[in-house]
């Protein structure tokens, strides 16, 4: 099917239209909570005493985890339960290593505990160039669904996607050309998904893509501790989109070959 058929099938069944975001001492001071049992979504505020207690990706998520999870044990398979995803106040910035990577905790299905795992990839910068500082994702959709944070129409929807593929490797070519508007912008979008590996196992991963300019095709970094990608499709989550350009200093990432 022609990606352009496949995305106009799909529907748009929760949206949010924000101000533009920017990036003033590595921090928007918002983060981005999605519901998808309600099909709810809100931005939060992101206060001095997050900033200087919890600093980073780690930080950042375990708050907003204590904030939201109740104060009792929440089952990884629970609606309650949690996929956090933040870059820390470094994401994006090449003068110090590893600063491209993203942080993303939840109650692992193989010990029952939070569990955090850190991967590489675009996905960290993108959402902080499209505005937020971290993603917190709660709730369970009925169907398969796409969460679309496009920071250069500052607006964040959930739709549905019928018929994309199924596997992480194919899924990531098909988004990153469905939302790229050109060839130069391929490097713009970036996708977090979970294979179908994931819907028969307690150990599936998260596959965080970028795209590799050389090679014309979407790469994957994997945070595969603890079973997150079993989480996320539980959620029914199909994939995670960010695209950005606003703020995007010239030198995070090459969008054409030398």
């Not at 207690?53 to 907003?64: A, E, M, Q, R, V």
């Not at 949690?82 to 692992?108: D, Q």
């Amino acid at each position: 099917m022609k990606l352009e058929k496949m995305k106009a099938a799909h529907q748009v069944l929760a949206r949010l239209d924000y101000p533009p975001g920017r990036v003033e001492r590595g921090y928007n001071n918002r983060t981005l909570y999605i519901d998808l049992s309600r099909m709810k979504i809100a931005v939060k505020p992101v206060s001095a005493y997050m900033k200087e207690i919890f600093t980073g990706g780690k930080g950042f998520d375990l708050y907003l985890m204590w904030h939201t999870l109740p104060k009792k044990p929440v089952a990884w398979d629970s609606p309650l339960n949690e996929i956090c995803i933040s870059a820390g106040p470094l994401g994006g910035t090449p003068s110090f290593s590893g600063s491209g990577k993203s942080l993303v905790t939840g109650i692992s299905p193989t010990t029952g505990s939070l569990m955090d795992s850190n991967v590489g990839g675009h996905f960290g910068p993108l959402l902080k160039f499209a505005g937020f500082d971290a993603l917190e994702i709660q709730g369970k959709a009925k169907h398969d669904v796409l969460v679309i944070i496009d920071g250069i129409k500052s607006r964040v929807t959930v739709e549905s996607c019928p018929h994309e593929a199924p596997n992480s490797a194919d899924l990531a070519e098909q988004l990153h050309r469905m939302y790229a508007d050109s060839t130069q912008e391929l490097q713009a979008v970036g996708v977090v998904s979970a294979g179908q590996g994931a819907e028969h196992t307690l150990i599936g991963c998260l596959n965080f893509s970028f795209w590799d300019y050389k090679r014309d095709m979407a790469r994957m970094k994997q945070a595969g501790r603890g079973g997150l990608g079993t989480v996320f499709r539980d959620k029914h989550l199909k994939a995670l989109v960010a695209k950005s350009l606003v703020n995007r200093p010239s030198w995070v990432m090459r969008t054409t070959a030398p």
